[in-house]
């Protein structure tokens, strides 16, 4: 059956919202690319649906079809993330038979990436997918820089010693933190403003030189 291809472009770009909502990332632009069609003279559906699940599989991660016999692959990252702030995307390719009738099969391709923590463009990503498929040349994506450790502006990970009790927050590169009695809660960091869940939802201030965090009524030191 033919699917409505500004159905299948509107459900891709609402599985990415729905992907960046669940990991709790900081608010973000979304970058869309969509409209790349190609023509295949031979070959089989099939045949499409090996290349497509491939494709997506070199780039992104959790790779199926959208629903059994739709001919529609999906993929989404985020790739290789350690971070729940880390760079997010995802790829839709869609198989069908040729507009009209006769041999081989279109395919078309639908991406996103959360800007700007993203290192490329939804543009970028969708291009490598198509080359993949078609088995041109790809352009090597650019990667993502490595997560940085100690004090820094950049994130909260690491070790946290309250300035007015024995409290020890440890914060990991997922987002999540945990205290010394097993209390768990998470972490969001955005242009120096953190939103801390512990014991309620906190608003705190990073120091500039990434080693204190206060606000709320808490103050805490980072070991580093």
């Known amino acids: 059956m033919k699917r409505n291809p500004r159905a299948l472009r ?3 770009v609402m599985l990415f919202i729905g992907l960046v909502a669940s990991i709790g990332i900081a608010p973000a632009a979304i970058d869309l690319s969509t409209g ?6 031979t070959g089989t559906i099939d045949d499409c649906g090996t290349k497509a699940q491939a494709a997506l599989g ?3 991660q959790n790779v199926s079809e959208a629903s059994p016999g739709s001919h529609e692959y999906i993929g989404t990252g985020p790739l290789g993330a350690t971070s729940a702030q880390a760079l997010t995307s995802s790829g839709t390719i869609h198989c069908y038979p040729p507009v009209g009738g006769g041999n081989g099969y279109e395919v078309t391709f639908t991406c996103t990436a959360e800007t700007p923590n993203n290192p490329y463009t939804a543009k970028e990503l969708c291009l490598d997918l198509l080359h993949n498929i078609i088995g041109q040349p790809e352009t090597a994506l650019p ?3 490595p997560e940085p450790t100690g004090c820094t502006t950049a994130n909260l990970i690491g070790t946290w010693q309250s300035d007015k009790d024995n409290t020890v927050l440890k914060m990991t ?3 999540s933190l945990t205290d010394g009695d097993g209390v768990s809660g998470n972490w969001i960091l955005y242009n120096g403003t953190a939103t801390i869940t512990y014991y309620g939802n906190h608003t705190m201030k990073l120091s500039p030189d990434g080693k204190h965090l206060s606000g709320d009524g808490y103050s805490f030191t980072r070991k580093c």
């Open 58 to 60: 070199k780039y992104l």
């Open 173 to 175: 590169p997922d987002g």
């Open 36 to 41: 790349i069609r190609y023509a295949m003279p």
């Open 10 to 12: 509107l459900f891709a």
């Open 143 to 145: 990667t993502p820089t």
